[in-house]
């Protein structure tokens, strides 16, 4: 049996290397570790690259939203000022003004021309036409509380008239003329009369009422004296 022989292993060549401090990382100690600042900024050089790109547009005021701290005032942006718009003057409004005038006046003339339409109708209605009315007395002349004298005023085209009938006998009847109305419709004013003692002699007067006017007839026991004003 042959034997092989031992294979040598080849050696590293050892070569003489020099140390360098570089290349050990030693760690400084925790109570002398420095920390690197923030290199400063260069300013002109921020311009300059500003001025290269373009300008710079600043934001407005109002679209800044304010910042406000805790105690209520603003940090860092300056709150945006309201601006208040201008108030325009008022014209005045003259054909409002003149429209409103014109239906007020002619509201007033309609209101007016109702009213003395309904006048007028309410005294046809209670007077007819020509206006008359009528009572019953007893004031001595041939009468008494069973047989009454009648009494009759009418405004026969503005002239009036007092028409008596004594006891109700019209044999016994008397005619009395009145004023003349003179006027605007006064063709169409009614006339009233009442019976009583004026002057106090115990004998019923005769009193014609038209509108605010009132003539008196005294009576004499036989007939009616018209007095004189």
């Excluded at 034997?3 to 401090?21: F, G, I, N, T, W």
């Excluded at 429209?99 to 046809?124: C, E, H, N, P």
């Excluded at 008397?174 to 063709?187: A, E, H, T, W």
Aim: glycine share 6%; hydrophobic share 35%; no cysteine.
């Amino acid at each position: 049996m042959s034997s092989m022989p031992a294979r040598k292993l080849a050696r590293p060549v050892e070569y003489d290397v020099e140390d360098d401090d570089a290349l050990y990382d030693t760690r400084l100690p925790t109570s002398t570790r420095r920390y690197k600042s923030r290199p400063p900024v260069n300013h002109e050089s921020d311009d300059a690259h500003t001025s290269t790109r373009g300008t710079l547009i600043q934001r407005r005021r109002s679209s800044l939203s304010s910042r406000h701290t805790t105690s209520g005032i603003a940090s860092d942006a300056v709150a945006p000022t309201r601006i208040e718009p201008k108030q325009r003057g008022r014209s005045f409004p003259l054909p409002a003004v003149l429209v409103g005038m014109v239906f007020t006046v002619v509201l007033i003339l309609a209101l007016s021309a109702f009213l003395s339409w309904w006048k007028v109708y309410q005294d046809d209605l209670h007077y007819g036409r020509p206006r008359t009315s009528q009572i019953d007395a007893v004031v001595g002349h041939n009468d008494s509380a069973s047989n009454p004298t009648h009494f009759i005023f009418i405004n026969l085209n503005r002239h009036v008239q007092i028409i008596e009938i004594a006891g109700g006998d019209a044999s016994h009847a008397r005619i009395y003329p009145g004023p003349v109305l003179y006027g605007d419709g006064q063709d169409l004013s009614p006339v009233t009369g009442e019976v009583r003692d004026v002057n106090g002699d115990g004998k019923p007067d005769l009193i014609v009422h038209i509108q605010d006017q009132r003539f008196i007839y005294l009576n004499d026991g036989s007939t009616f004296q018209a007095q004189r004003t």
